[in-house]
């Protein structure tokens, strides 16, 4: 496993060369998107939400994962919730972005949110990952902390609908929680079940995940996030 850094580093300079009073104005102007993202829904708790879910996926993480999505196309968000990354990915005007959840309270407030930012470039529907019918052809697609409450069986169905739906060079980005260092990992799982205590929880090992999903793609990097808060965030970029 290579780290974020020397990863996103390595190949972000492959990607989007800037010089250091861009980069500034980049910065700037991401952290002005989370805001407004975070202002666009109506109700209190959500607002709140927002703002802690971009406190743990921090503006670097999200443009770690980012930088592999294509800035053209259609991408598809796998369990979007509140649709926070999907607004956040779609400041891009070329990408074309559906999100989907089981959950219509959320997708109500994606919607209205998407509405209030005025983006025409993402839609969001109400769906079961469970029960997932292809939305493409895609050129990519994301799963963010998503994978770990589906019970296995449904998440290889899912991952194997999702890899038949990407056209041939398109790529799957998943985000998810590693098991090691343990006690990250029992940290990350009291906040998954302070969430929603219902919902299921399934850290998979991520040698585990990797083999399931080079079954579908022909390459698959693994990449740890490493974070000054308790979380051990890890990144599978899958290209077929």
Request: aromatic letters at 12%; hydrophobic letters at 45%; proline letters at 5%.
């Amino acid at each position: 496993m290579i780290t974020f850094v020397q990863r996103s580093r390595k190949i972000t300079s492959g990607f989007n060369l800037r010089d250091a009073a861009s980069e500034g104005s980049f910065l700037k102007e991401s952290k002005s998107r989370i805001a407004e993202i975070c202002g666009s829904y109506n109700s209190l708790p959500a607002r709140i939400y927002a703002r802690l879910r971009f406190l743990i996926l921090r503006k670097e993480f999200l443009d770690a994962m980012g930088q592999y999505l294509p800035r053209q196309g259609s991408i598809l968000d796998v369990g979007c919730g509140f649709g926070l990354f999907s607004l956040y990915f779609a400041g891009e005007p070329g990408r074309n972005i559906q999100g989907f959840d089981l959950n219509p309270q959320r997708i109500a407030a994606a919607q209205s949110a998407a509405r209030v930012l005025n983006l025409g470039n993402v839609t969001f529907s109400y769906d079961d990952a469970r029960g997932f019918a292809s939305k493409g052809p895609l050129d990519a697609a994301f799963m963010v902390d998503i994978i770990h409450h589906i019970p296995v069986a449904s998440a290889r169905d899912l991952l194997e609908k999702i890899a038949a739906s990407i056209r041939p060079g398109g790529a799957l980005i998943v985000k998810d929680i590693a098991r090691r260092p343990a006690y990250k990992k029992w940290f990350t799982w009291i906040l998954d079940k302070a969430m929603d205590f219902r919902a299921p929880v399934h850290y998979w090992e991520v040698a585990e995940l990797r083999t399931e999903l080079q079954r579908h793609f022909a390459q698959v990097d693994v990449q740890s996030m490493p974070d000054i808060l308790p979380y051990p965030h890890v990144l599978y970029v899958c290209r077929k």
